[in-house]
């Protein structure tokens, strides 16, 4: 066998890329509450196929094997030790070293992942994400077999275009694939907001079907966009820029940022176009 061969070839950054891709998209498929149940229940299996673990346990045979198996070869050494080096390196480090300002910068690093995470969630994808069909149906103007077709490419769509990034990441580096992200969703909340402000209020009959098609379209273009700069970026950058001592807990605090403002977007979105209606999507714009 071909060393790399396994999981589709991909190592290293476009490996993680597409684990973050995968993680991303766990919402989509399963819903988070089973995702969660999910991964309780694999947990066992989880433990006997990573060499990390096995380091943990001291049981450093078991993992010389797993690293065997996983890269196709007889026999590894320099990335066991590689991998031993890392792990120990991790069970250094604290919640409380987060805080610190040495001359790692642990706080500085924390809060940028902090921040990476709750931008994710403010560029307003689960306005999308969980919203899609009722917004071609009650904003668009679609009839109801229609929005939900459409909601369900939507999603096929946006998990389609999320492994370009696998591709082109170390072309274009990780900061200009999220600013290319990030220009791309405002300009298109932008579009939807002036495509929708059209139509709102206004009957079936009243609408413009144009500004119907618009709306409809940036729908997925803004996905297009989210998909490539930000939904498996945002998993991958946080636990690049902090060191490995940090890596666990900072990677645990981001995460958290991730879930608190996904609740937040997806409670205020109904009172938001309820209240405000177009004007929802120029504050996303913005965000």
Do not use: H, W
């Given at each position: 066998?071909?060393?790399?061969?396994?999981?589709?070839?991909?190592?290293?950054?476009?490996?993680?890329?597409?684990?973050?891709?995968?993680?991303?998209?766990?919402?989509?498929?399963?819903?988070?509450?089973?995702?969660?149940?999910?991964?309780?229940?694999?947990?066992?299996?989880?433990?006997?196929?990573?060499?990390?673990?096995?380091?943990?346990?001291?049981?450093?045979?078991?993992?010389r094997n797993h690293i065997s198996t996983i890269q196709g070869i007889s026999y590894i050494q320099s990335e066991f030790l590689a991998i031993k080096d890392t792990v120990l390196e991790m069970a250094k480090g604290s919640f409380s070293d987060l805080f610190t300002m040495g001359k790692d910068r642990h706080l500085h690093r924390t809060v940028l992942a902090y921040v990476n995470q709750m931008?994710?969630?403010?560029?307003?994808?689960?306005?999308?994400?969980?919203?899609?069909?009722?917004?071609?149906?009650?904003?668009?103007?679609l009839s109801p077999f229609i929005s939900r077709i459409l909601a369900a490419c939507n999603g096929t769509e946006y998990f389609l275009v999320s492994w370009i990034p696998v591709f082109i990441i170390e072309k274009f580096?990780?900061?200009?694939?999220?600013?290319?992200?990030?220009?791309?969703?405002?300009?298109?909340?932008?579009?939807?907001?002036?495509a929708n402000s059209v139509n709102e209020g206004k009957s079936a009959d009243e609408r413009n079907t144009a500004a119907g098609i618009v709306a409809a379209a940036f729908l997925f273009v803004f996905n297009s966009f989210f998909a490539v700069g930000w939904l498996g970026m945002t998993w991958l950058y946080p636990a690049e820029i902090v060191p490995l001592r940090i890596r666990a807990p900072a990677n645990a605090l981001a995460t958290s940022a991730n879930w608190a403002f996904n609740f937040m977007v997806v409670m205020i979105t109904p009172v938001a176009f309820s209240s405000i209606g177009y004007q929802t999507y120029i504050i996303f714009a913005v965000m």
């Open positions: 066998m071909v060393s790399g061969s396994r999981f589709f070839g991909l190592r290293g950054t476009k490996l993680n890329v597409a684990v973050g891709v995968i993680a991303g998209l766990d919402f989509l498929l399963f819903g988070y509450d089973q995702g969660v149940m999910g991964g309780l229940l694999t947990l066992g299996s989880f433990l006997k196929t990573f060499p990390e673990m096995d380091v943990n346990s001291g049981t450093t045979e078991a993992e931008f994710q969630q403010i560029s307003g994808i689960n306005l999308i994400t969980y919203y899609a069909a009722n917004i071609y149906e009650n904003y668009v103007g580096g990780r900061r200009s694939l999220m600013l290319f992200g990030a220009v791309g969703m405002s300009l298109s909340m932008v579009v939807l907001a002036i």
